[in-house]
């Protein structure tokens, strides 16, 4: 696995004059999972969209060697990088169907996005059964597992994953983290994961990042973090 799959220097990041992020510096390795922890606050969810290009940034962003960090959103997209934002971020006028289509959208292969549709029930049956619903009347379990849904048809090579157990029930939750263990082994789906839960989240990654006040302060394998007592309760809270 290369460490160059994803790589990040000197990442700055700001809402018009305000900086949220400062001098950032990380690697991710392809067909990995790693984890970006800290408080409410930290800048994990603005990393994400620095990396998505949603947000004025100044650094270095590569990914698979392309510099990134000047391209616009939708051609990151291309590139096989898919988002799954803070709050489901499901078309909630939209059907189930509509919002499978539309993470296709860049895709011209019409029958292989039929079987990627078919893919997808394979890990989301209840999907199925709600195809042709409006996506605003689904549960917050199956909106969750609908963004997900719809970043997979983009067949991404990586995920920008953003707190995806908010709201959710325990039982929903640990379904849902089988699942993403699943398109990671399975799929080689590489996976950026952001989570307040930073229990789950550990067990979840292969590597870890902290964050406080926009600054990375800590790295390493997540095994080591989470059996690392002093670091757990001094960051994490548990």
Request: proline share 3%; aromatic share 8%.
């Amino acid at each position: 696995m290369s460490a160059q799959f994803l790589s990040v220097r000197n990442l700055n990041a700001f809402y018009g004059q305000t900086q949220v992020l400062f001098g950032l510096d990380f690697d991710m390795a392809e067909g990995g999972i790693t984890t970006l922890l800290g408080a409410n606050g930290a800048g994990k969810t603005s990393t994400l969209r620095a990396l998505s290009r949603m947000l004025h940034t100044v650094g270095d962003i590569r990914f698979e060697g392309e510099e990134i960090s000047r391209k616009a959103t939708e051609d990151v997209a291309r590139l096989g990088i898919a988002h799954v934002p803070e709050g489901r971020g499901t078309f909630v006028r939209l059907t189930v169907e509509e919002n499978l289509q539309l993470g296709a959208i860049s895709r011209p292969d019409k029958r292989a996005i039929a079987n990627d549709v078919d893919r997808i029930f394979n890990y989301f049956p209840k999907l199925r059964e709600r195809y042709y619903q409006q996506a605003g009347t689904l549960s917050g379990g199956e909106q969750q597992m609908l963004a997900i849904g719809r970043a997979l048809m983009l067949r991404p090579k990586l995920m920008l994953l953003d707190e995806p157990s908010f709201g959710l029930a325990p039982l929903i939750v640990q379904e849902l983290f089988g699942i993403l263990r699943t398109l990671n082994r399975q799929e080689k789906v590489s996976m950026f994961l952001v989570e307040q839960n930073a229990s789950l989240a550990l067990d979840l990654a292969d590597h870890a990042y902290l964050l406080e006040t926009g600054r990375v302060v800590m790295s390493g394998p997540a095994k080591d973090i989470r059996e690392d007592e002093g670091i757990r309760r001094s960051y994490l809270g548990y």
